[in-house]
């Protein structure tokens, strides 16, 4: 596929600058679908989350099927595609060691404070709510991390004292 194919065959979800940023990625992995992935993070952080038509592009652009570009998304917890996420995303680890120190009790906190269930976002889009199965702090549990801040030793009220700081 020639290069103004491509960006003829890909609509306007996928800018000029991302579909560059996501060529760059080709000469440093063995094969476009190594590149899959890379792709997929570069288009969720730029729109929140990577709907299917986003999927449609990244596989035109990579030339690989919607299917591939699919199997990798859905693989990987960490992306979302049916809507974008909150302004914060929150995690609650639910690994061994964060259980035994009242993680689960922190989550339900969470649920009750924010109005929500995991995997939801406030009607304002402020916050997704998300539980985690080990965020790797486990000697800082209980642990929630808030987009890319790892919040350590968590309790009720440093919960109260975070959400107070995004009003």
């Given at each position: 596929?020639?290069?103004?194919?491509?960006?003829?065959?890909?609509?306007?979800?996928?800018?000029?600058?991302?579909?560059?940023?996501?060529?760059?990625?080709?000469p440093?992995?063995?094969?476009?679908?190594?590149?899959?992935?890379p792709?997929?993070?570069?288009?969720?952080?730029?729109?929140?989350?990577?709907?299917?038509?986003?999927?449609?592009?990244?596989?035109?652009?990579?030339?690989?099927?919607?299917?591939?570009?699919?199997?990798?998304?859905?693989?990987?917890?960490?992306?979302?595609?049916?809507?974008?996420?909150?302004?914060?995303?929150?995690?609650?680890?639910?690994?061994?060691?964060?259980?035994?120190?009242?993680?689960?009790?922190?989550?339900e906190?969470?649920?009750?404070?924010?109005?929500?269930?995991p995997?939801?976002?406030?009607?304002?889009?402020?916050?997704?709510?998300?539980?985690?199965?080990?965020?790797?702090?486990?000697?800082?549990?209980p642990?929630?991390?808030?987009?890319?801040?790892?919040?350590?030793?968590?309790t009720?009220?440093?919960?109260?004292?975070?959400?107070?700081?995004?009003?």
């Amino acid at each position: 596929m020639n290069q103004d194919k491509s960006d003829t065959a890909i609509c306007d979800l996928l800018d000029a600058e991302l579909r560059g940023r996501i060529r760059g990625y080709l000469p440093r992995y063995p094969t476009s679908r190594a590149v899959v992935l890379p792709a997929l993070h570069l288009v969720h952080e730029r729109l929140g989350y990577v709907p299917p038509q986003a999927v449609v592009e990244i596989a035109e652009l990579l030339e690989l099927s919607p299917a591939q570009v699919q199997d990798t998304l859905s693989f990987y917890g960490f992306f979302k595609q049916d809507q974008p996420l909150g302004r914060y995303r929150v995690w609650v680890c639910r690994s061994m060691a964060c259980a035994a120190r009242e993680g689960e009790e922190l989550l339900e906190y969470l649920c009750q404070k924010l109005d929500l269930q995991p995997g939801e976002t406030t009607a304002d889009g402020r916050v997704s709510l998300e539980f985690a199965e080990c965020l790797g702090a486990c000697d800082h549990a209980p642990a929630i991390l808030v987009n890319d801040t790892l919040h350590k030793q968590m309790t009720k009220e440093k919960i109260d004292e975070l959400l107070s700081s995004w009003e």
